[in-house]
């Protein structure tokens, strides 16, 4: 079993929708989240970082941390075909980053 | 700043042939890691590297061999590829090591055939 399981989708949704993406992890000593966003044919960049439980919000984006669950969540609020990318979920046990562990990945397409 | 860059952007190999990837970056960061990035497997952590000098193995170094002479520069040999080697290589780079704060190059496609 992955410690950290990601539907790779694709997921294909109309523009202006909620979008719902998810994780599940399986060691429950992650303390910090992370949703990354990669555009196709680029790097991963950082979208959202969340310490321990709870919600953090940026603009149109939400992330969730239930840990009792081991499940986190990212939600896209008025999805954009410019939101069209892969999202990464990762966690750590700690700050560092050598313990980061990535999930596979969702393919996201927002359709004009 | 260029922020993080990666030399080649693409390679293909044959079976048994060896070759250095190059990463480098300009923001004076302390923390380097490679990654491979392969369809369903996320990314996966290689060797890191925590100043100049230093390095040491990530979850799949098997492989591979890294060096850090200078600060800017983290390089990731190959010296017998092999094609389970074909895969998209990251590096990236951070001040602190902390998670959050790491910047991602553009990537470099290898094919090993």
């Known amino acids: 079993q992955k410690e950290v399981e990601q539907d790779p989708g694709p997921l294909s949704v109309p523009e202006g929708a909620i979008v719902s993406l998810n994780c599940t992890y399986s060691?429950?000593?992650?303390?910090?989240f992370m949703w990354y966003r990669q555009y196709s044919r680029k790097g991963p960049e950082l979208l959202m970082y969340?310490?321990?439980?709870g919600n953090k919000e940026d603009g149109r984006f939400t992330a969730q941390v239930d840990k009792s669950s081991k499940y986190i969540s990212l939600f896209i609020r008025d999805s954009q075909p410019s939101d069209s990318a892969t999202y990464l979920c990762?966690?750590?046990?700690?700050?560092?980053?050598?313990?980061?562990?990535f999930g596979q990945g969702t393919r996201l397409t927002i359709n004009p | 700043n260029a922020g993080v860059t990666q030399t080649p952007k693409f390679r293909v190999l044959k079976t048994g042939q060896s070759m250095t990837l190059l990463c480098a970056q300009d923001m004076n960061h302390e923390y380097m890691y490679w990654y491979r990035q392969d369809p369903g497997m996320g990314l996966r952590l290689i060797h890191y590297?925590?100043?100049?000098?230093?390095?040491a193995k990530g979850e799949v170094p098997d492989g591979y061999n890294v060096s850090r002479l200078k600060k800017q520069n983290f390089l990731l040999g190959l010296e017998s590829a092999a094609p389970s080697q074909t895969s998209v290589y990251f590096c990236?780079?951070?001040?602190?090591?902390?998670?959050?704060?790491?910047?991602f190059g553009p990537g470099t496609r290898l094919t090993v055939t």
């Open positions: 990762a966690m750590s046990e700690g700050e560092g980053a050598q313990k980061l562990v």
């Open positions: 969340t310490y321990s439980s």
């Open positions: 060691n429950s000593a992650f303390q910090y």
């Open positions: 590297s925590v100043g100049e000098g230093t390095t």
């Open positions: 990236a780079s951070s001040y602190s090591g902390a998670t959050r704060e790491s910047d």
